[in-house]
């Protein structure tokens, strides 16, 4: 690795501690990193990130290291999604309804609004942006 990727996985991790401390009270295991180019949805459509949960992974689009708040958004997503995983054990869930209390729960204390039903699958960035 060098100087740059380990202080790039220095600054994941330390975002992923922080949100997992704050949203889910510590109960997430650190995830393997990927950063991508581009990422592409089992639908076919351009996405920000994932989690694959055989691998472990939180993957992110790199333009993402760009803007903090929007990098911190998608890392938060992929952290509901890790933990209607690993700790509901719910994985079958997608989108639906426990990804979206985990969602709600998960954003209250860093003052992010619940997601929107029609927009979940962009949950927090369309919060921004409630009329959309």
């Known amino acids: 690795m060098t100087g740059d990727q380990v202080h790039l996985a220095a600054l994941l991790n330390h975002g992923h501690w922080r949100l997992n401390a704050a949203c889910f009270g ?38 993402l290291l760009a803007d903090l708040s929007a990098l911190a958004g998608v890392m938060l997503h992929e952290m509901v999604h890790q933990y209607v995983w690993e700790v509901a ?24 609004a619940p997601p929107l039903p029609r927009h979940v699958e962009v949950w927090p960035a369309v919060t921004r942006h409630q009329e959309v």
């Open 26 to 63: 510590g109960r997430l295991a650190l995830p393997n990193w990927h950063l991508a180019d581009e990422l592409v949805a089992e639908t076919g459509a351009q996405c920000d990130g994932g989690w694959w949960p055989d691998d472990r992974e939180i993957r992110l689009r790199k333009d």
């Open 89 to 112: 054990r719910r994985p079958e869930d997608g989108h639906g309804l426990l990804f979206t209390t985990v969602a709600t729960v998960a954003g209250r204390p860093v003052g992010i």
